[in-house]
């Protein structure tokens, strides 16, 4: 009986070793995993790196979405392009870049808009460049507009705009409402009226 007992103990410290072991192996994977800090002063070139090209990225700006486990680095191309590259915040609170999304933009006044996916929920994430203050506000409806009286109408979401040289927004909108420059998101000047949507 006291060998028994004694064999169970042995068992029972080897099954816990094991354990341990297992989970120390897997900590140190989801820590190499999820290993990016937002404040990294490498960041560019650690996004760089991950992107796999020839292509040299430059960090703008990066915000972490409130309440997601997202962020968003905001990235110039190249000297060329601009885009952002999607970050996911893992338990040990460090990221993994999970996408990056760029391209051709015209010079000083540009916006472009892309919706994302958080564990919160859908989010429209909104850039640009607004050097001269000509961009006042953001519009986003359900549909796609169909004339310029049409934007108004169809208001869903308005976004103010901050008056600087390059902004970013966050907005979380439905899961069915797209965000697609051109179609159903208007940048209106100070007047008003959409920028480069309707031209006659």
Request: hydrophobic content about 35%.
């Amino acid at each position: 009986m006291k060998k028994k007992i004694i064999t169970l103990f042995i068992l029972f410290f080897i099954i816990l070793a094991g354990i341990l072991s297992y989970q120390k192996i897997k900590s140190k994977r989801y820590n190499e995993k999820y290993n990016i800090s937002l404040h990294a002063k490498n960041l560019s070139e650690i996004i760089s790196n991950w992107n796999q090209n020839d292509d040299s990225f430059t960090v703008r700006a990066v915000q972490k979405i409130s309440k997601t486990d997202t962020a968003i680095a905001f990235v110039n191309v190249n000297n060329i392009d601009e885009g952002f590259c999607k970050l996911e915040e893992g338990m040990n609170h460090k990221f993994q870049i999970k996408s990056c999304t760029y391209g051709s933009v015209e010079k000083n006044n540009w916006f472009r808009s892309r919706k994302i996916k958080t564990n919160k929920g859908n989010y429209g994430v909104f850039e640009g460049e607004n050097a001269y203050g000509k961009i006042k506000s953001i519009i986003v409806s359900k549909k796609q507009f169909t004339s310029e009286s049409n934007i108004q109408e169809n208001e869903n979401v308005k976004l103010i705009v901050p008056q600087k040289s390059f902004f970013y927004l966050f907005k979380k909108i439905e899961k069915n409402t797209p965000i697609k420059d051109y179609y159903n998101v208007a940048y209106l000047d100070q007047n008003g009226k959409s920028i480069n949507y309707f031209i006659h």
